[in-house]
């Protein structure tokens, strides 16, 4: 069964605490790994779009990485524009996503 | 650029009643169109996707139902609604682009 899984459920950091979400997935004939950000009652923001393992992309202070069963998203140097709830999945089916939030 | 209206923004409707979502793209021509569900403490749950005119593809067994009548026009409809049916309702082009979404409450 196709499943994917994002960790943790929420996370809280200091500004400038760095740290990284996680999504693992098992989907047969995945066309791409998305990542998105959403804010409170709107709707997902593209991030990036990650189709091979070891693949990297970096917009500003996010990083997503893809291996062949999950993919991180690393935050360098939060701050609290960065709060939001960061989804990741393909394009039939995603995790939860993780809500972040970053104190000042 | 590309922009994705939805329209209502939000709804309250009671069981048993019609449902009839719009959702309509700008600035770009035969697009994929996605319809998406996002429950309270769930994550996105694809409902339907259509590559054309009267193409609709079904991704979950349910009492919705969708259709293109034109190239940049989806819509998404009910006969009688669930209360199962509440949530954020998502238009999407490409999974590249999401539209602003309504938010249904069935009471």
């Known amino acids: 069964e196709d499943q994917v899984t994002q960790s943790p459920e929420a996370l809280r950091l200091q500004e400038g605490e760095s740290s990284s979400l996680n999504c693992s997935y098992t989907?047969?004939?995945?066309?791409?790994l998305f990542w998105y950000r959403q804010d409170p009652g709107k709707g997902p923001e593209f991030l990036f779009t990650?189709?091979?393992a070891g693949e990297e992309k970096e917009k500003e202070r996010l990083k997503a990485t893809l291996t062949k069963k999950e993919s991180f998203l690393h935050i360098t140097a939060p701050k609290p524009e960065d709060s939001a709830t960061y989804l990741c999945?393909?394009?039939?089916?995603f995790g939860q996503g993780t809500e972040l939030s970053v104190k000042p | 650029s590309q922009t994705i209206h939805q329209w209502p923004a939000t709804l309250v409707q009671p069981v048993g009643s019609p449902l009839s979502l719009e959702c309509t793209v700008e600035?770009?021509?035969?697009?994929?169109l996605y319809w998406y569900r996002q429950a309270a403490g769930r994550g996105l749950q694809l409902l339907f996707y259509?590559?054309?005119?009267?193409?609709i593809s079904s991704e979950v067994p349910q009492n919705l139902s969708a259709s293109r009548p034109q190239d940049r026009q989806f819509i998404l409809s009910s006969k009688k609604l669930l209360l199962s049916d509440s949530g954020f309702y998502l238009c999407?082009?490409?999974?590249?682009?999401f539209g602003p979404g309504t938010r249904l409450t069935v009471l």
């Open positions: 259509s590559v054309g005119i009267g193409q």
């Open positions: 600035g770009t021509s035969n697009p994929n």
């Open positions: 999945g393909g394009k039939l089916i």
């Open positions: 989907v047969s004939g995945l066309r791409g």
């Open positions: 990650l189709y091979s």
């Open positions: 999407a082009w490409n999974n590249d682009f």
